[in-house]
């Protein structure tokens, strides 16, 4: 199935624009909610009073308008309850609410919240952390009061997350996976928790720095602990008091990482002789484990500890031949802990079980029935005198090492009853060899290494019904993907591009913290000076200035979630349509402060709004036929669309009156240029100096938009195909280079694909169309510039 066909499936999903209109605002009154706050703490905080204004009580900070941006009332000895109406307080960034004695339920809070300090309380339980997507710091450690629960998944809403504190305070259950797709998280400290399962698979590629996790009550946390050696933000790793085993990992990726607790767990197996030369990482304890091997010895200004485990001597020095070989032995069988805690000491034949010997030389193995996993390790060629092997009756996968055949005084070798693959060695006719009940042995296993972790090849289930039944979730994938790539490409490149030319963005984000901001979807805005009709929209920056008329946005760039959206054009009420387009319908709605705006609510074309319009068109130049028929249709949006593409590839407006009159109308100028590729490359924003591979994107994307605009509608493409064209351009995007100042709002480490994917991540669960829709509309608000508005006009974007 072409994606084409399915664009209608994206019915749902809404591509939000912001118009932004200007009015005078008014100012704010967050009186109701902070009275009820006042009243709801017992004793009253010093210098708060119902007489005086609540900007001017002890703690409060309020934006020029009257805003509440912050409460502090840290170790102030309240009690109290917290009132639900604390969500109302629209412009809350930071709560400090620390050291108190705080208890019941921990209410909701308003989505400008930022930072929310609720440690050492007396809380009880935790009503939710939905919709609050420009978290950046959750601080709720030493809560022990809390009922039982679990960081809740709508937390994977908060895209800027990037400090989770949560020690103390009786979380229950596993580490949930969204974590682990949280870009912006940084540190992640939920000590002393009751919590259990294994380290998530998301935590992989994580950037995750500081990682405590030390000291579950219950049975601890579990499993391997291979994924930290994918995390190379890692600086300090705390796990210790847990009940993890395994391995340790090489963590020489981890090159930042200075402190690393593992004691009381049950790792196993040698300690990495990585691990002990690498240079930054100061602090490692391996105390009580079961680790094997010769004791390690650290390097430099390493302090290191290691009592309590099953090292083969009391001091340093290598261990005896016999038991190094044993030792891998037991690594190819993962190290389990019935071997570790058996085969301890210098002597493999000091009465290790499964083992028997003549004199000092081991002569018999028996791992029968032991529900061991893992290889056959090749090292059992060098016990020469080994006479009876039996592996039988595992899970033993990969293959038989065929040096096991030159053993010369192998006399029995049973490994049948396992999951062995690949070849079957031949042995001399001395050995008596049993290898039945492996299914796969003597097939051709392809990716077979002996790893045990081969292929599927030859899976009885087959390939064939297995793509049919994945063509549609790849399909549903493949369109969300499209679609959010299309807002990318738009937002992403209107928005660098913008940058340059103009004035910078202030930075978003807690300067006590020096949290720089990372907010995804920086967002689209059309700012129209007077009302709708007509004008081509525009992108537009603005730098940060006074922000006495335009308080509601001051230090910054401002979401304005769905949810807020939604509230302002009520529930996008019919009584707010302001015009249809054919992508969509235009609602207008107020913000609190007053500020007017219009949301136009796309649709996917579905022929239901070539509908009589009132609204021009939101983006781009009107395709002709408008003029004729005066009807809105998705090819006129088609136009439009390659008209923005236009103004996006040269950096000029549809229409623009400081150029002559032949390059005047950019769709007829550009036309024109395209008839010869190579006028492309002069034609271009001369500020995106292209290289080579990009330019050969340009000149794609140029003759898409030269496609889209064609002047018969039937010539022109429809969205889906040039959602097509796009993609495979946009997987070679790579942003723009880093300019002196750090830019806001797109991470230009992070390639296109990487910040689709972060998109991903903050939606939940991507599968689903409406919640797809979430990743785009936050729109982020740029800074009023001084002046705004009267210096604003059309031509002031580009
Ligand atoms: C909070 O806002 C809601 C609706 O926006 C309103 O019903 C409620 O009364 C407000 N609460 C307070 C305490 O102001
Ligand atoms: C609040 O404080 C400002 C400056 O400190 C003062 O001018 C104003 O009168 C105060 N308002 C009230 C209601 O106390
Ligand atoms: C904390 O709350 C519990 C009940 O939830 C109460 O028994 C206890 O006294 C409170 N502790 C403090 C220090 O307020
Ligand atoms: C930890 O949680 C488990 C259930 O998940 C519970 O049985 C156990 O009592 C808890 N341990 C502590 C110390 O709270
Ligand atoms: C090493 O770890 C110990 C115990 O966690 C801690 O007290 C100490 O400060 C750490 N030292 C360094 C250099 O990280
Ligand atoms: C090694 O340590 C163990 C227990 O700590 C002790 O019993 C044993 O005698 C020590 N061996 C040597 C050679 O020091
Ligand atoms: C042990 O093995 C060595 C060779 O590895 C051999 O020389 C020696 O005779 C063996 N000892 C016994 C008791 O089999
Ligand atoms: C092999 O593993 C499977 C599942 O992991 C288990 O059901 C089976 O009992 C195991 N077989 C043996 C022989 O241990
Ligand atoms: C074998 O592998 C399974 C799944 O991979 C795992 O759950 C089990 O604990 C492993 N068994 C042993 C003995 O390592
Ligand atoms: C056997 O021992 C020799 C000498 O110690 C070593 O070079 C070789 O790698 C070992 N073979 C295996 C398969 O471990
Ligand atoms: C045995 O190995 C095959 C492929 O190597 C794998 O598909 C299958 O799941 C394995 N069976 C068990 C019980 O582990
Ligand atoms: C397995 O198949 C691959 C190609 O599919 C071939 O290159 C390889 O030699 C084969 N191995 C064996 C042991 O037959």
């Given at each position: ?450 790893s045990g972790s081969g292929g599927n090849s030859s899976s009885p289930s087959g390939s064939s019904g297995g793509s049919k039944v994945s063509a549609g979730v790849i399909v549903g994938v493949v369109v969300g993907v499209l679609i959010v790539v299309l807002i990318m490409l738009f937002v992403s490149y209107k928005f660098l591009y913008v940058k340059r030319k103009h004035t910078k963005f202030s930075r978003v984000g807690n300067p006590e913290l020096g949290l720089p901001a990372t907010k995804t979807g920086a967002g689209m805005v059309n700012a129209l000076n007077n009302g709708y009709a007509g004008v081509p929209s525009e992108l537009q920056s603005q730098s940060s200035g006074d922000h006495s008329e335009f308080p509601v946005f001051d230090g ?117 240029v395209l008839i010869n590729k190579e006028n492309i490359p002069k034609a271009i924003d001369q500020t995106l100096n292209p290289d080579e591979e990009t330019l050969e994107s340009i000149i794609k994307v140029s003759e898409l938009a030269g496609h889209c605009t064609a002047r018969e509608p039937f010539q022109r493409p429809d969205m889906g195909h040039a959602v097509n064209m796009l993609v495979p351009l946009v997987e070679q995007w790579k942003p723009l280079r880093q300019e002196e100042d750090e830019n806001e709002g797109i991470d230009l480490h992070m390639s296109l694909p990487q910040m689709v994917q972060g998109w991903h991540a903050s939606e939940g669960t991507s599968s689903t169309f409406d919640n797809m829709s979430f990743s785009y509309t ?21």
């Amino acid at each position: 199935m072409q994606p084409t066909r399915n664009l209608p499936l994206l019915h749902p999903v809404l591509l939000l624009f912001l118009l932004l209109v200007l009015t005078t605002p008014s100012f704010g009154d967050d009186s109701a909610a902070m009275s009820a706050l006042l009243a709801a703490l017992k004793p009253t905080p010093s210098g708060w009073s119902p007489t005086t204004a609540y900007c001017n009580w002890s703690g409060v900070s309020c934006s020029p308008s009257r805003y509440v941006t912050s409460i502090t009332l840290s170790s102030k000895s309240l009690s109290g309850t917290l009132p639900s109406s604390i969500s109302n307080l629209s412009s809350l960034a930071t709560l400090s609410l620390q050291g108190n004695q705080l208890s019941g339920t921990i209410p909701a809070f308003p989505p400008s919240v930022q930072a929310l300090y609720l440690d050492s309380n007396n809380f009880t339980s935790v009503t939710s952390l939905a919709g609050l997507t420009n978290l950046q710091t959750l601080s709720i450690t030493q809560n022990i009061n809390l009922a039982p629960w679990s960081l809740p998944s709508s937390l994977s809403a908060s895209s800027s997350l990037a400090k989770i504190y949560a020690g103390s305070s009786n979380l229950v259950g596993t580490i949930p996976d969204f974590l682990g797709s949280l870009q912006s998280l940084a540190e992640l400290r939920l000590s002393y928790n009751n919590l259990t399962g294994a380290l998530p698979g998301s935590f992989s590629g994580s950037s995750i720095q500081f990682l405590w996790l030390n000291n579950q009550v219950g049975a601890g946390l579990s499993g391997g602990i291979s994924v930290l050696s994918s995390m190379q933000q890692l600086s300090q790793v705390w796990l210790q008091k847990n009940g993890f085993s395994g391995e340790i990992p090489d963590l020489s990726n981890c090159v930042n990482l200075f402190d690393l607790q593992l004691r009381d767990n049950s790792f196993t197996g040698l300690v990495p002789s990585s691990l002990l030369s690498m240079k930054n990482l100061l602090n490692v304890s391996l105390d009580n484990n079961k680790l094997q091997g010769p004791v390690p010895s650290s390097s430099g200004s390493m302090k290191l500890t290691y009592d309590g485990n099953r090292f083969c001597r009391n001091s340093s020095g290598p261990c005896d031949s016999q038991v190094m070989i044993m030792l891998q032995v037991a690594g190819g069988l993962g190290y389990p802990l019935t071997l570790a805690d058996s085969w301890t000491g210098n002597d493999a034949c000091g009465g290790w079980s499964f083992v028997g010997c003549q004199g000092t030389n081991v002569t018999s193995i028996t791992l029968s029935k032991q529900g061991f996993n893992g290889t056959i390790s090749p090292a059992f060629v060098n016990l020469t005198s080994l006479r009876t092997l039996l592996l039988n009756n595992n899970n033993l996968t990969g293959s038989i090492p065929q040096g096991l055949t030159s053993l010369p005084n192998l006399q029995v070798f049973d490994v049948s009853n396992n999951n062995l693959s690949g070849t079957v060695p031949v042995f001399p006719a001395s050995v008596k060899f049993t290898s039945s009940g492996n299914p796969f042995l003597g097939k051709n296993i392809t990716g077979d290494s002996g790893s045990g972790s081969g292929g599927n090849s030859s899976s009885p289930s087959g390939s064939s019904g297995g793509s049919k039944v994945s063509a549609g979730v790849i399909v549903g994938v493949v369109v969300g993907v499209l679609i959010v790539v299309l807002i990318m490409l738009f937002v992403s490149y209107k928005f660098l591009y913008v940058k340059r030319k103009h004035t910078k963005f202030s930075r978003v984000g807690n300067p006590e913290l020096g949290l720089p901001a990372t907010k995804t979807g920086a967002g689209m805005v059309n700012a129209l000076n007077n009302g709708y009709a007509g004008v081509p929209s525009e992108l537009q920056s603005q730098s940060s200035g006074d922000h006495s008329e335009f308080p509601v946005f001051d230090g910054g760039n401002v979401s304005i979630p769905i949810e807020v959206l939604r509230q302002v054009t009520n529930n996008f009420s019919d009584d707010n349509i302001l015009g249809r387009g054919g992508f969509g319908v235009v609602y207008r709605g107020e913000l609190h402060d007053g500020t007017k705006i219009a949301v136009k609510r796309m649709h996917a074309p579905d022929g239901k709004y070539s509908v009589e319009t009132r609204l021009a068109g939101t983006f781009g130049y009107l395709a002709p036929e408008y003029a004729a028929t005066g009807r809105v249709t998705t090819k006129v949006d088609v136009f439009a669309f390659g008209v923005v593409l236009m103004e996006l590839i040269t950096g000029r407006k549809a229409l623009d009156d400081a150029f002559p009159d032949e390059k005047a109308h950019l769709v007829t100028w550009f036309r024109r240029v395209l008839i010869n590729k190579e006028n492309i490359p002069k034609a271009i924003d001369q500020t995106l100096n292209p290289d080579e591979e990009t330019l050969e994107s340009i000149i794609k994307v140029s003759e898409l938009a030269g496609h889209c605009t064609a002047r018969e509608p039937f010539q022109r493409p429809d969205m889906g195909h040039a959602v097509n064209m796009l993609v495979p351009l946009v997987e070679q995007w790579k942003p723009l280079r880093q300019e002196e100042d750090e830019n806001e709002g797109i991470d230009l480490h992070m390639s296109l694909p990487q910040m689709v994917q972060g998109w991903h991540a903050s939606e939940g669960t991507s599968s689903t169309f409406d919640n797809m829709s979430f990743s785009y509309t936050q729109v982020s608000i740029p800074p009023k510039p001084s002046g705004f508005p009267d210096s604003f006009s059309s031509s002031d974007c580009r």
